[in-house]
């Protein structure tokens, strides 16, 4: 893991950090003011008061966000993954990642696993990316109200508590 990530607690609702807009919309272009919407009305996952959204630090810089939220009895939630565009290829999101995982198995000690929902029109960028990861998709098809129309949403599990579990090129 790369010891000079930090994961620095963002509130789950409004009150932003003034970076934190121009951050997401470099890292979602095309859904940017979206999500920075969903962020200030905390409108974004199953359960918003349980949602664990947390700013990337590298070497002092923000460079991406990355959070958790409790998914059912067993599994927890990833969400608001990415890493700003000028600092992707480094091992960043993998180091982030695997420090959520282990901040959402110590606040979840019930969850066994950690869920990832891929809608099908990212197919190919992001099941190759989360593959790697460990994550395998084993039918199961996502079906709550709060996910955008359009896309069908595949849900991707992975073990919790094995940040090694993902292959390592
Ligand atoms: C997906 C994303 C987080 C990857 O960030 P990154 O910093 O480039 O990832 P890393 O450098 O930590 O790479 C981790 C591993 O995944 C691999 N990887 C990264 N992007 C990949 C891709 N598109 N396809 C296949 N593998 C990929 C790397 O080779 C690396 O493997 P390794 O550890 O075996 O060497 C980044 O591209 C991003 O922020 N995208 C936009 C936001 C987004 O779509 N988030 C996804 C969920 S909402």
Not at 24 to 48: C, H, M, T, Y
Not at 97 to 116: H, M, S, T, W
Request: aromatic letters at 12%; hydrophobic letters at 40%; a negative charge.
């Amino acid at each position: 893991m790369n010891s000079a990530i930090e994961l620095e607690a963002l509130p789950p609702v409004g009150n932003q950090p003034a970076y934190l807009a121009p951050l997401v919309r470099a890292i979602w272009p095309k859904r940017g003011d979206e999500i920075n919407a969903l962020f200030q009305d905390g409108g974004s996952d199953i359960n918003a008061s349980a949602d664990h959204p947390f700013a990337i630090k590298f070497e002092g810089e923000y460079i991406g966000i990355t959070g958790f939220y409790r998914y059912d009895d067993a599994a927890v939630g990833s969400c608001w993954h990415g890493i700003t565009p000028s600092m992707r290829g480094r091992g960043l999101s993998r180091a982030a990642f695997d420090a959520v995982r282990l901040l959402a198995a110590n606040k979840y000690p019930g969850a066994q696993e950690i869920i990832e929902l891929i809608p099908s029109d990212r197919d190919t960028d992001l099941v190759p990316y989360f593959s790697k990861l460990g994550f395998r998709h084993l039918g199961e098809i996502a079906r709550f109200d709060y996910l955008p129309k359009g896309p069908a949403w595949r849900i991707y599990r992975a073990p919790l508590r094995s940040p090694n579990a993902g292959e390592s090129s």
